[in-house]
């Protein structure tokens, strides 16, 4: 027993604290000029405000703090400058812990890094599914990386086209166009592929007419060619894949040229509050899927969204995520007594985490499980400057979508 005791107690301290440590330290990394990486940023700080001021994480009778490091990525522009970023927060800050990530071609190069260390690694944005197949491929060399948010593009186009068929109906109701046109708006980059495909299979299957596709660069500042081209082909919907700058573009010239189109997909500008006054006003009808919005997806959203709300004087876009992820770290150490990527593997594999928007779960490729009761996502469209949650229309306190008149 005493032997057990003895064991016991130096199992706590190699893995805490023997060489005098008083901190869980996180590295979140991102595109820290964009609001992507802003939203990294706020919803870690919530996170690490909200576990320092309860006492910290408990490990091995202690009480550690969370020191998060800021770490941008400049993963928009270089993916060489993402991975560089990784390797200065392992090698030079210490991180124990690496979360965040947005962009695909980066975070894939990223992951290679954190994996190299066998650093646990939580992203908060990149959708591709490379990231989850190689988890299952090689399992002892990427088990570290975890996605928390979003969805797997697989599952992305799941709720996507989910959303879309409400959309035409809607479309088929109010103007009786028994083959809603659609006109597919997607940046040039690798996490859109798939949906892209996707829309070319489905499009048809779903009684709707897929009459091009358009694929403008995730930071251009003008898309009135390829608007003119989609007016001039008689779409009904614009189907957005846009993560980048040119969401703010699209929605402002929509609304310049009067579309009778209505926009809806995938706009991670659209997510924001100040999307609204950068596109001067322009952007009524704008849709698109989210992540938050005071409407009761969690017990937790509400009161959730409210709170980052009152402290950044704005809404969380879904990069703010890194707020679970952050706790799922605490409750994945704390399980395990531990803070050692080894440790928390098995435990984060087998966690049921209530979240801000989903109760994330995880599957054989770390990814989130998806569906209604997991992590599905909302839809949220703009209304005369206000953006409004619609779909899914189950959920306590959704809004009917609107059409551009005719």
């Known amino acids: 027993m005493l032997r057990t005791l003895i064991a016991s107690c130096a199992f706590a301290l190699a893995s805490t604290s023997a060489l005098g440590q008083t901190t869980v330290k996180i590295a979140v990394l991102g595109p820290m000029a964009f609001v992507q990486g802003e939203n990294h940023w706020m919803g870690a700080e919530m996170a690490r405000d909200d576990i320092n001021k309860a006492g910290g994480i408990t490990v091995g009778g202690r009480k550690l703090m969370v020191e998060l490091v ?5 993963e928009m522009t270089s993916v060489p400058d993402a991975a560089s970023a990784v390797e200065r927060v392992i090698t030079r800050d210490k991180a124990d812990f690496l979360i965040g990530g947005f962009r695909s071609e980066a975070v894939l190069a990223m992951q290679e890094v954190a994996m190299d260390h066998k650093k646990l690694f939580l992203g908060v944005g990149a959708a591709h599914d490379e990231l989850g197949i190689r988890v299952e491929k090689d399992y002892n060399r ?5 996605r928390v948010s979003p969805t797997k593009s697989t599952d992305l186009g799941r709720t996507v086209f989910g959303v879309l068929g409400a959309v035409a109906g809607d479309i088929r109701t109010q103007f009786k166009t028994e083959t809603p046109k659609v006109a597919v708006l997607a940046e040039k980059a690798i996490w859109t592929e798939g949906l892209i495909a996707a829309a070319q299979k489905n499009l048809p299957a779903m009684k709707m007419e897929m009459v091009g596709l358009w694929q403008p660069s995730a930071v251009a500042t003008d898309v009135t060619a390829e608007l003119s081209a989609i007016e001039r082909a008689g779409a009904d919907i614009v189907f957005t894949f846009l993560s980048g700058p040119v969401g703010i573009v699209t929605g402002r010239q929509m609304g310049e040229r009067n579309m009778k189109a209505v926009a809806f ?3 991670v500008e659209a997510q924001k509050d100040e999307f609204w006054g950068a596109a001067a006003g322009k952007a009524n009808f704008v849709s698109t899927l989210d992540t938050y ?3 009761e997806i969690t017990p937790k959203t509400v009161p959730w969204v409210r709170a980052f709300k009152e402290r950044f004087k704005k809404s969380p876009t879904y990069n703010a995520a890194t707020y679970d992820a952050v706790m799922i770290l605490k409750e994945a150490i704390e399980k395990a007594n531990s803070i050692k990527s080894d440790d928390l593997v098995p435990v984060i594999e087998k966690l049921s985490y209530l979240g801000n928007a989903a109760v994330v779960e995880f599957d054989k490729r770390h990814d989130p499980v998806w569906g209604p009761g997991k992590s599905l996502g909302i839809g949220v ?3 005369d400057g ?4 619609f779909w899914p229309p189950q959920v306590k306190g959704m809004q009917p979508f609107r059409l551009p008149a005719r």
């Not at 800021?70 to 400049?74: P, Q, T």
């Not at 990427?142 to 975890?146: D, H, I, S, T």
């Not at 206000?386 to 949650?389: D, E, F, P, Y």
């Open 386 to 389: 206000k953006k409004v949650a």
């Open 381 to 383: 469209q703009w209304q």
């Open 70 to 74: 800021r770490a941008d990525s400049n």
């Open 142 to 146: 990427y088990k570290y990386w975890f």
């Open 293 to 295: 919005a005071e409407v």
């Open 265 to 267: 997909g995938i706009n």
